[in-house]
């Protein structure tokens, strides 16, 4: 058995971001906005625990957790922590 304590990659007023291999695990609070970019590669979001605002594009709509976010290769997004957040983040993608 091997345990090992997670590598934190950012900590700010914000929140925890962690390196999980190939995922980021990023922990946010209420209040707080992630993202708010754009970038070349398709991302992947798993939202754990509590809601967001998400916006891509023109589009604005609430998600509620559990749930798997699909944004595309250049489009731009930005998520408001409706409450407190937990979220998977997979950029890594082969």
């Given at each position: 058995?091997?345990?090992?304590?997670?590598?934190?990659?950012?900590?700010?007023?914000?929140?925890?971001?962690?390196?999980?291999?190939?995922?980021?695990c990023i922990e946010?609070?209420?209040?707080?906005?992630?993202?708010?970019?754009?970038?070349?590669?398709?991302?992947?979001?798993?939202?754990?625990?509590?809601?967001?605002?998400l916006t891509v594009?023109?589009?604005?709509?609430?998600?509620?957790?559990?749930?798997?976010?699909?944004i595309p290769p250049?489009?731009?997004?930005?998520?408001?922590?409706?409450?407190?957040?937990?979220?998977?983040?997979?950029?890594?993608?082969?």
């Open positions: 058995m091997k345990i090992e304590k997670l590598k934190v990659i950012r900590a700010d007023e914000r929140g925890i971001m962690y390196d999980c291999d190939k995922l980021k946010r609070k209420k209040g707080t906005i992630s993202a708010d970019h754009s970038h070349d590669d398709k991302e992947i979001l798993y939202l754990i625990k509590g809601d967001v605002e594009e023109k589009s604005v709509r609430t998600v509620k957790s559990p749930a798997r976010i699909e250049k489009a731009y997004h930005k998520l408001l922590a409706l409450s407190d957040i937990i979220l998977l983040e997979d950029r890594k993608m082969e």
